[in-house]
């Protein structure tokens, strides 16, 4: 687990002891942020048949630091009708800390652990969207009795990628909890969210470390005054690191030979954060033809385009990302062949 996650650890361990838990939690943050780790552990947690208890003792040191780092909105505990900046009240603040641990052998953490537990419930985003039939699905699957009876959990993926409909069924079924229910949505971007759905939601925004301390947590080398959120998930995990640097790799064969342009459309389709991906990538390429340090390795890259072009591109992109960002339920696909179209052109100017 992420060290900064164990103050919220603490803070929901708690709630569940005092049954103060609400029927329906969002968690939002950047991309490696933690949300989908902080949920899965809390699924697991409320679905354990023997909890175990993390003592003072085996919690790190920089828990209290973190614990300043947890979100105002974060620091509420009733249970429904949530107000979003109420406070911990004072007696809760005194308990000693502690961190409720599933066990890992009992029957349910093992069919939870093998994708079988039929309590539980996740919605994922097929092809970059939670349509309403997905929602629909949610609702009837809280309908039903629970199998084990102990407490029935879905989680929501990604719930920014919710069509306006999908969104508007999840609705009914915050607004109408059926009991031992828990509904848990994981966001990187809470401000896509319809208010209503986040008004029915416990909201906890993560906040990572940044810079030194950010890099220190991975052990990494780097130049810390560029180290930002932005880079987070490419810290945290290994394969995003590696589909990144191959993704960096082709758009400068895209930018110097219009090499790969098939590859990088599936991307930009395919993986929600492949236009911010772009933007960094050319931010990287600015920096380093204007001789900034860099965060990342972009040194080999020669001027394969002028600073001109690389500033027109880096605009298109930019464009494209805000329209991304503002536009309900835009036309993926039909933006990533533009975006491509328009780049290539800008591109083929330095030939003439
Ligand atoms: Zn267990």
């Known amino acids: 687990m992420k060290t900064w996650l164990f103050a919220l650890q603490q803070q929901l361990s708690r709630q569940i002891r005092e049954n103060k838990l609400p029927h329906a939690l969002l968690f939002s943050g950047v991309d490696g942020a933690g949300q989908e780790d902080i949920a899965h552990w809390l699924i697991n947690v409320l679905l354990c048949q023997d909890l175990k208890q993390d003592l003072p003792q085996n919690i790190p040191p920089e828990t209290e630091e973190n614990l300043s780092q947890v979100s105002p909105v974060s620091q509420v505990s009733p249970v429904s009708k949530v107000s979003p900046v109420s406070k911990v009240s004072e007696e809760t603040t005194n308990v000693q800390p502690f961190i409720f641990q599933p066990c890992g052998y009992c029957k349910t953490c093992k069919l939870f652990a093998n994708g079988s537990y039929p309590d539980h419930l996740t919605i ?62 994981t966001t990187h971007s809470s401000d896509v969210l319809l208010p209503t759905i986040i008004s029915r939601c416990q909201k906890f925004e993560i906040r990572p470390p940044v810079g030194k301390k950010l890099l220190a947590e991975y052990k990494k080398q780097g130049n810390d005054a560029f180290v930002n959120l932005s880079h987070l998930s490419e810290l945290t995990d290994e394969a995003t690191a590696v589909a990144f640097t191959a993704f960096r790799d082709k758009v400068k064969d895209y930018l110097c030979a219009h090499q ?29 033809q204007w001789g900034w340090p860099t965060a990342g ?52 100017q330095k030939n003439q």
Do not use: C
């Open 124 to 185: 994922v985003n097929d092809k970059n969207t939670i349509g309403v039939d997905a929602i629909r699905k949610l609702s009837q699957f809280f309908e039903k009795t629970a199998h084990i009876g102990i407490a029935k959990t879905a989680l929501v993926n990604h719930a920014d990628t919710m069509t306006v409909s999908a969104a508007n069924a999840l609705l009914k079924t915050l607004e109408e909890p059926t009991s031992q229910s828990f509904i848990m949505l």
């Open 260 to 288: 790969h342009r098939a590859e990088i459309l599936t991307l930009l389709v395919e993986r929600h954060d492949g236009f911010r991906w772009l933007e960094k990538i050319l931010v990287n390429l600015m920096r380093n």
């Open 297 to 348: 390795h972009e040194n080999q890259q020669a001027s394969v385009i002028n600073k001109q072009q690389l500033w027109q591109v880096y605009n298109l992109v930019q464009a494209a990302n805000i329209k991304l960002k503002t536009l309900v339920q835009v036309n993926r696909q039909f933006l990533s062949e533009k975006l491509l179209a328009d780049i290539s052109l800008v591109v083929e």
